[in-house]
Structures are given as C-alpha cells and as structure tokens.
C-alpha cells in the first residue's frame, strides 16, 4: 500500500527557489580581480533565471554537457544552478589540469558550450585547439564586455561574456521537473591514479547529500554561519557546500582565485567568515602566514579539512588559534563526503584523540566496509582491508565505462584502511599505493608519516619497488627542506621502533621536488614509473 | 539522460542498521515502572529484528495497520522499526483519547493486532467491547510473561505479553526493500476540531523528514547529545524524533508515563540530558518544580517547543536557567515539524526578538505561503493570511477520505498567521478559531495572552459569538486562578490600549475549568456548542 505524502522530486532547483524565498538576507561575496562582489541569494536566483533563459538560447537542451572553467564566485554558483536547475549537466573542469587532460575530459563529455574564467584565456585558447573540430560552439567567459579576452578560436567557437549573455534575458523562467535520477553534474576524478574517470551525479543524489552535510554532525551549516569554501567549485561540487549553503540560508565567503595564505587569512578576518573548507595544504599555508605575522582568528570556528589526510600537527595548530578542524574523507565518486570525524560521547581520551585524527564515521545515508579477498576484516581498529562503499550519493561507475561496482552492489574506492569498534575508518593507503611485501601490507603513508618527522624532510612518497624476493619492498623518496640535509642512515634510522622491521624502507632516494596532480596530491605514478625499479637496477641498495 | 548514482528506496530500517553498525555505543534509557531499563542500538535493532518476525508468525503482512498504545520507550522504539521495517503500517494511538474516540480509529484503521502498555488493560477490555467482531485478533501487553494483566477479551481475541512474543524467535532477519513510497505509519490529528483524521506517512516522507530535522539549524542532534523527547511517540512519530536519533547516533532517554515536573526534571539530571522536547505545558510544570525546589540544570542546553503557541514567558524563564527554547510548528498532516525558529544573523534586536518567539521558519524540503481568498498575502509580518504547506513530509490527504490538497497542490494547514519578511511564520490562529466581525480577523490568541496577563486569570479562550449586527463578536472565557477573583469589568479593562476598539470582546465568562482534548490542546468546539449564542441569549451582555 502506498503512503498519501506529497510526491515532489528532489531537484537541485529548490535549493536555489528555497534560499531565495526563505533565506533572504544571506548573502554571496566573491573576490574577484577587481575588489569584493556581493550578492543575495535573492539576487543570485534571478541571475540563475536569466542565464537558464540564455543557456536555452545557446542550444543547451536537457541531458547536454557544459563545461566550467571557474574559480570560487557567484557566477560558478549560478552556472550551479541554472545548468543543472536547466535540465542539462554542468562538467566542472580543473583548470590545474594539463591541457591535454583538460581536452581529453572536454571531448569525453562533448561539452558544446564551455564557461571559463577571463584569466584561463590562453589555456581555453590551448585547449580548444586540441578538440575536434565541431565539438565546441560557444564560449562564454565569465566577465563583462569590458573585459572580455581577445583570443583567437578555431572557425565554429562563438566568444562572448557573462554579462551580456545574461542581461539580454528576462528573469521570467519556472524552473523545470522531472524524474530526481536525471544527471545534473558531471565530474572527474583527480587523476591521481590514471586517467580522469567521470562521475554522473543526479539531482537525487545531490539533494540528498546536501541534505546529509547539514548535519549538526556532519558541517552542519547554519544561518548564523558565514562559510568560506576553499575546495574549489571545479571539483566535486565544492563537497556539496554551495547546495548546503543555500539550504541553510549560510552566508558564502567565495575567495576566487586568491588562494595563498595572507589572502585568505584576510579575507577570513575581513567577512567575519565562521567556518571554512578545504584540503590540509591550504590550512598549511594559513597557518604560515599566521605564524609570520602573528595574526589571530577574530571568527572562525570551526574548519572542514580531507581530500588527503590532515596531518596531526595541522589539529593541533589550529586548536591552539581557537580553531577546530573537522576531518572528513570521500571522493569524487562517492561526491564526495562519506564520513567525518566527529566526537563520540564516552569513550578515553586516547581513543576519542585516535577518532579525531581518523577519517570518521559513515553519515546516515551510507554504509561501508573493508575487506582483504573475499572476507570482511573485523572492525578491531587494526586489521587494514580495502574499503567499499554504498549509499545514496556512491556513483555505480564511470560515464561510459563498464560497471563499477562489484557484484553484491558496493563501490570499491581503492582506499585501504581500518575500521574501529565504533566505525571510524583509519586510512593506511591507497590499494595502488599499498606495498605488499612477501604477503604483508605496508602503509605508504606510515613511512611517509615516519620520514617527515626527521627535521630535514620537506616532503615524502613512500612507493612499492620491485623486489626479487618479497615481490615487492618499501623505497621512500624524499625532498629535503631548502638547505637542510640528511643521510640515507639518519633517515632510516628514524623507523627505529616506530614499526615492524620489515617494514623499513629497503633504501632512501633523495630528489628536488616530489612531483603533484592537479588537485595538489602526490602523483605516486610517475614516481612508481621513474623508481620501481631501483631494488633491481640497484641490488645493492646504495642511495642515489 | 539519467546519472550514474546508486539508487536506494529511502527506508525507515536503513535508520536501525545505521545505529546498530555505524554508532553502537548509543543507547537508549527508558523509565519503566520497575525502575531504569537500559539497552543499545544494537540491542535494539537485535529485538526490533526479532519482533519483525514475530509480527510475520501473527500474520501481519505488508500494507497491513498494526495499532500501539504506547509510552515512550524502548519497547515502542522497536515497534516503530519493526512494523513499518517489515513493509507493515504502524498505528500509534494516542491512550488520552475518549476510548469511543479509540475504537473509532482501530475500526477506521482496522488495526487487526493491538500493542499496549499493561498500564493500560482496562482501556484496552473497553475499546475492544466497541469493536467490530473479527476486527481485532491479537492484543500484545508491553511487558513479560509475570506482568500480563488478567483481562477478558472478547472470543477471537489472543492475548500475550511482548517479552515471549519475541523470545520465542531468533534475530535471523533480513529487512526487505521496497518501493519508497510505501505507507510506514498512520497517525491521526488530535480531534481538536473535529473527529481525528487519519494521515498515512511514507517511508520516504520519514527519511527526508528525519534528515531534514537533524540539520544544524532544525533540532541538530549529534552523538554526544542525550535526547529526552517528551513529546509522545503515540502522536506524529514524537516529532521523528527516535528516527533522527538513530541517524546521528544520539542516545534517547524515555521518560515512559512519568511526565510531571519532577519526575521529568530528575530524569533529565540523572541521565545528564542535553537537548529535550515537548509541548509548553510540559515545560511549565518543569518550571513550576524548579521554582518549588530551587534547582539547576546541569547539563540541559536546549528544549524543542511546539504543539502548541509557546509563551513568551517560556521563553524568558529558561533563558535565566541556561536553557534555550527553539520553538517548532507543525501539524499531523506535516509530520510534523515544518518551522523551526532558529536565528538569522544581522537583524535588530526587537526582530531578532519577534522572530525568536515565532513559529518559525520552514526547513529546507517545506514550502509555503498564506492567502485570504484566492490572493496571497504580502509577507510583511502584518497581513494574516490562511497557511499552506507544501513538501516532502506533507500530505495529500486523509486515510480514506478525499483528497485534501488545492487545486494547485497546497495543504490548507487549518493555521492562520503572518509572514514576515525572512519567512518566520506568526501564527495568529486557527482559522477555525478566527472571530471574523463586520469583515475584520480578530485572533483569538491575542485575546487570550491578553486575558492571561490578568495576575487572576489562569486559563483563556476566546470565542466567536454570533451576533446579529457584526456577524460574530469575541468573548473570552476565563478559569480563574484557585482563590483568585477579578470583575467582567477588570478584565476588560486589560484590553484598553492593547487591541484595537472593534477587537475588545463583548463580554467575559468565568467557568471553573477549560476543556482540553488529548494532547492537551484547548478544545473550542466544546466552548463554540456552550457558548456561541451566548450574545443572542444575552443581548445585555451581562456577566454570567
Ligand atoms: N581525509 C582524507 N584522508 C586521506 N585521504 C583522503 C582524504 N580525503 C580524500 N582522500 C584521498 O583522495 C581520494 C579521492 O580523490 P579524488 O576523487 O579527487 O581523485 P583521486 O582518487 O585522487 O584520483 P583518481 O581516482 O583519478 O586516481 C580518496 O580516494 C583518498 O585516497
Ligand atoms: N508552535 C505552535 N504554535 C501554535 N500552534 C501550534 C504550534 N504547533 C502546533 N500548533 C497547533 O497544533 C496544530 C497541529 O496539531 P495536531 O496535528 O496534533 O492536531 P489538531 O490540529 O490539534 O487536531 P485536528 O486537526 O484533529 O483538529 C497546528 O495546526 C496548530 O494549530
Ligand atoms: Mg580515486
Ligand atoms: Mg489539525
């Protein structure tokens, strides 16, 4: 028997038609090159009406891909909007990839009309002359005809700018309805591990993990908060934070592209920002800034750090500014928020600091466990499995590509961890990173960790290296600080009692620079290519 | 185009698993009349498990209506899961009915198994004598095997207690998955201005309700909240209140039938309470304790109000105690919470004030608007208009009966009131209760908080009179506080000033006590039958 509740399909629209009928006041500022922006959300949905109108104008019919090449501001929040509120599917690109990745996602998806920021004018420029011809019939940067770009586009590719686009549009526009499973976004991973792969979000799945992310347990936006995302928009939906945001009626503070430690800390101190997102580098470079300058945070509470683990030193740092990072791990394929780390109630100081470091717990909405074969490991907080995960807002696969969940339905994310008692996942590694050692699994990120406790490590990789006997051991590489040095014995002597023996490092290479993707992960690719086989070319284990 | 997102019907057992596997250490207290009972999530899912079999073994299919009459406890946790988790409806009924009132529903509902507090047997033998023959088969007490109180029950009608009914099964229980849609639980309003009607909820309509409640800026529960709902599991789900704990993992502490001032006050030191819920009245008679005995709340940090207007006095009182009252509104018919009156940065105090002490703002997933007529009404927090609803956890109508929607989709809340212009909701009535004289709506609360303010008065309620002239015209009937006395004159004296001439009720009359139905709620169509030609059988308008 059916229920008698209202039926309405969750549409990304009704955040936008929400925030500005009911959440008036809040407000967007942005950064932009030329000074602060403000807009309300009230101003931000008549803005999204006009550009849908415009979108139609272009062509953009239901289903079809639009590119985004976008900082933080309030034109990527209404492209959000009025591409997905269309009906069609907006593809957030990272304009930190190479141009060849960034056409390889363009061609992928067939986006035939790309939004791009006046600053990426030359990489548009590249990049549009690494499509197929016919591919691409718009662009549209996003600036006032002032500043438009003069950049030349191969025959067929129509320049023109935000504003006008959208000021030759009424406002008069009704959000559509349809089916909640229609693709609204499209994005792709980092690359961190291969080629990007893209992730088809629905507006189903994005109502509902926006829905989940306003937990109090979880980000637990409020209209009382004034959020400043530094995970930028291009990449998975900015963790859901501008649809939580409008939720909420939350204040966004939008930094653009002004991401070094002082433009934050001031812009933070400057609109009172109370809670703020992004990955541990970013925190890192605050925390430099403030300890240069000595400056202190007048309004922020609280941070959500993840998309890498966040380092212990970083929690402790900004406890002590007053300042409580939250953790949280997910992907692009699981949109990427599957758990936070938030405090459980009676438990030992030791076990609730092991917590809070950890990677958290599921939010309602998924589940997960890790498994080593074809058994599930225990939840004993030691028995490291690969993780899988199902829910709500967990991707089946890759935009045409073949299935990628395994048989009994559960998306393996190619993360390897623990799980404890109470379902905090500890990340060891990723499965690719993962060394196997005559059977026994080594975390790279343990030696990492290890290594950067020496004084002198600026940064370090740990990768697997081809072993005749153990199939595989442990090499560490690192980048040392500017004018320090250290020897391969002083470095390996750090693993002294830290970890098993078999699991120190068999040798210590030393390079410049270690090298990074796109979203500023380590790209252990090019390093397995450059030394996995350094044990075999160099039996003897001497350091480079 | 579709997305690649898993999809998952959104069910109410996903709630149970979640606790049981991803936040173990919750627990839930329930008082009991033998004392403090305490068990886990995971215990709970284990017998909410094995009860869903047991229902199997009673024949309870899916789409089938399984009534409780029930405290809340740890014991109707389970039914919750167990009945609407197996795909059955679950009927909670309120005990405070008229037992005629009861019979209607089980009749209405054909509830064909009964679940009932032992408390409750000799209801229990009435209602069933006004039943049907063949309806009812089955009538469980919530208790075990020694405590089954020794009652006779019409032929055909078996009797056991819960405790063997679940021991006699294993917890081996698979909960099915099903169409999201699917009816989960059926409430009836409380008859307060009419006979209850039935509303069906979904499983789906209960998760996005229990999420949307559980964001930061609704009720917020976290892990490290203890959560006392006294709000009665027997109406509207307690406000989804064991659902949303569930999901975030918040331990819940039941007060069962002990819900006086001092009963509740030391249930909530004793379990360290953090957050509780409840209509106004039961707050007073915390209150009231507290002033008696001169107590503290230790741990207490914040109480949901609703069900009925909160007074501002409320409001005041524990503010001094630490405490702070979020005030909710809502109704069966919107499961019930639709506002809640959380705080909007960068407005003036006097607002901040009136925006506190409203109704509320919607949650994200409600819409609504309010109309005199077929025009809507400005939201300029003066113009009061009819209130209607849209939304994910709104109905279309009763179980039943037809539709009850506008043409365009709106739920008519019954509820009249203001908007201002953030969205809180003032509500000024119910339009049932409007006095509508010579064209003008006077609200009957104003005349009633005005009374109220009279040192005498204890209770108010003001009524439509019919008149000859203006069509009707207020008066207020007032129970006087014991030993206390004031004049028809005095009273109406308070008016001057505070109303607007035409507002100021034609005449007082004093009775010793008001009527109330079974949430506690004024019943005026009880004081409409006495007293609503009072003017023309005393054109005078004398005293009585
Ligand atoms: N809090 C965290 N701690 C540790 N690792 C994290 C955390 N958050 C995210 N990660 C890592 O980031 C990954 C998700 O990153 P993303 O989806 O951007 O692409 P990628 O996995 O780096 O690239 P690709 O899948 O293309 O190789 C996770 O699978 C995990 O390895
Ligand atoms: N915070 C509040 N302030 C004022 N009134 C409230 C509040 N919360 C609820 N109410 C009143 O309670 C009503 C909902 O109550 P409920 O659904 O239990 O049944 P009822 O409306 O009293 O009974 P019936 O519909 O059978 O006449 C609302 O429509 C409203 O009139
Ligand atoms: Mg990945
Ligand atoms: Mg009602």
């Given amino acids: 028997?059916?229920?008698?509740?209202?039926?309405?399909?969750?549409?990304?629209?009704?955040?936008?038609?929400?925030?500005?009928?009911?959440r008036p006041r809040a407000e967007i500022v942005s950064r932009l090159a030329g000074g602060i922006h403000r807009q309300t959300w009230v101003d931000t949905a008549r803005r999204a009406r006009q550009l849908a109108r415009a979108l139609g104008r272009l062509g953009v019919r239901p289903g079809d891909r639009v590119a985004t090449l976008a900082w933080n501001n309030h034109r990527h929040v209404e492209l959000y909007f009025a591409i997905s509120g269309s009906g069609a599917v907006v593809?957030?690109?990272?304009?930190?990839?190479?141009p060849d990745d960034i056409a390889y996602i363009l061609e992928h998806a067939e986006d035939g009309v790309l939004f791009a920021e006046a600053d990426f004018a030359s990489l548009v420029e590249q990049v549009a002359g690494k499509l197929p011809p016919g591919l691409l019939r718009q662009v549209v940067f996003l600036c006032d005809a002032a500043d438009l770009p003069g950049i030349a586009l191969p025959a067929g590719v129509a320049i023109t700018d935000y504003e006008s686009l959208i000021d030759a549009e009424t406002d008069?526009?009704?959000?559509?309805?349809?089916d909640e499973r229609t693709a609204s976004g499209l994005c792709y991973t980092s690359g961190t591990t291969g080629r990007p792969k893209g992730v088809l979000y629905t507006h189903r799945s994005t109502v509902l993990k926006a829905m989940a992310v306003n937990a109090a347990d979880a980000i637990g936006l409020k209209a009382a908060d004034r959020l400043m995302p530094v995970v930028p928009m291009f990449h998975v939906n900015a963790w859901s934070l501008p649809y939580a945001a409008a939720a909420?009626?939350?204040?966004?503070?939008?930094?653009g592209r002004f991401l070094d430690g002082q433009s934050l800390y001031e812009l933070i101190e400057a609109e009172h920002v109370t809670c703020a997102s992004g990955v541990p580098t970013v925190w890192l470079g605050v925390l430099a800034h403030i300890r240069k300058t000595g400056g202190r945070f007048s309004t922020l509470?609280?941070?959500?750090?993840?998309?890498?683990?966040?380092?212990?030193?970083?929690?402790?740092?900004y406890d002590e500014l007053g300042v409580t990072i939250v953790h949280a791990w997910g992907m692009t394929e699981s949109s990427p928020i599957a758990t936070v780390a938030t405090p459980v109630p009676g438990v030992d100081a030791a076990t609730a600091r092991r917590?809070?470091?950890?990677?958290?717990?599921v939010l309602f909405g998924i589940d997960l466990r890790a498994r080593r074969g074809a058994e599930e490991v225990p939840w004993d907080g030691e028995t490291a499995g690969d993780i899988e995960l199902r829910g709500h807002w967990v991707t089946t696969g890759y935009y045409r590509m073949p299935k990628g969940t395994t048989e009994d339905g559960w998306f393996p994310t190619g993360d390897v961890g623990m799980i404890d008692p109470d379902g905090f996942v500890i990340l060891t590694d990723r499965s690719k990173d993962l060394i196997k050692s005559g059977g026994e699994w080594i975390s790279s990120i343990d030696i990492e960790n290890i290594a950067v406790s020496h004084p002198a490590v600026a940064e370090a990789a740990a990768i697997a290296a081809k072993h005749p006997k153990w199939d595989e051991r442990p090499v560490v590489i690192v980048a040392l600080k500017p004018g320090a040095s250290a020897t391969r014995e002083e470095l390996l002597s750090v693993y002294e009692g830290k970890v098993a023996r078999w699991a120190v490092p068999d040798d210590v290479i030393f390079v410049d620079e270690l090298p990074h993707g796109a979203t500023g992960k380590l790209l252990k690719t090019e390093l397995r290519a450059r030394f996995a086989n350094h044990l075999i070319e160099k039996p003897d284990g001497a350091a480079t």
């Fill in 1 to 22: 028997m059916l229920g008698l509740m209202q039926h309405h399909d969750l549409m990304i629209s009704d955040f936008l038609v929400h925030a500005a009928r009911h």
């Fill in 91 to 98: 593809n957030t690109v990272n304009p930190r990839l190479a």
């Fill in 172 to 178: 008069e526009y009704d959000w559509p309805r349809f």
């Fill in 248 to 255: 909420a009626g939350t204040s966004l503070v939008m930094p």
């Fill in 301 to 317: 509470e609280r941070m959500i750090v993840g998309g890498s683990a966040c380092p212990e030193a970083l929690f402790d740092a």
């Fill in 355 to 361: 917590q809070r470091l950890s990677q958290g717990r």
